[in-house]
């Protein structure tokens, strides 16, 4: 697959291999693990995304930089649980402003509970650690 810029893929709708809607992009992880750049820091590679369907909490920004009152984050991590990590190698194609996977929607595994912990973490102290 080409090159794609982030912006375009965040929020872009996904379909599973038959046709089923899974929700939409809501993040990207990235791994750098890529060739040194002029800097001499690794070049980034995205590996996966989180999709899901929309929740208040995505609405409102949770999960993609807005802090507020950790009660909130941790309900908005229970309305998330839908979400589910897409292997990059998963991503059929991209075209349109629309994502097709290569399987079917039962084969794409549940956010880590591990992330959505981390999520929430990075929203009770205001992004730092």
Request: hydrophobic fraction near 35%; charge should be positive; include cysteine.
């Amino acid at each position: 697959m080409s090159r794609v810029r982030l912006e375009t893929l965040l929020g872009a709708p996904v379909t599973d291999a038959r046709g089923e809607h899974v929700g939409v992009v809501h993040d990207a992880r990235f791994t750098a693990d890529g060739p040194p750049l002029a800097s001499g820091r690794p070049a980034y590679r995205l590996t996966a995304l989180i999709c899901g369907p929309v929740t208040v909490g995505t609405r409102l920004g949770y999960g993609g930089g807005v802090h507020g009152p950790w009660p909130l984050g941790h309900v908005f991590r229970f309305l998330g649980r839908h979400s589910r990590l897409v292997a990059w190698d998963q991503v059929d194609s991209f075209d349109q402003g629309h994502v097709r996977l290569n399987v079917p929607h039962d084969h794409l595994k549940p956010l880590p509970s591990t992330e959505s912990k981390r999520r929430t973490h990075d929203h009770d102290s205001g992004g730092h650690r």
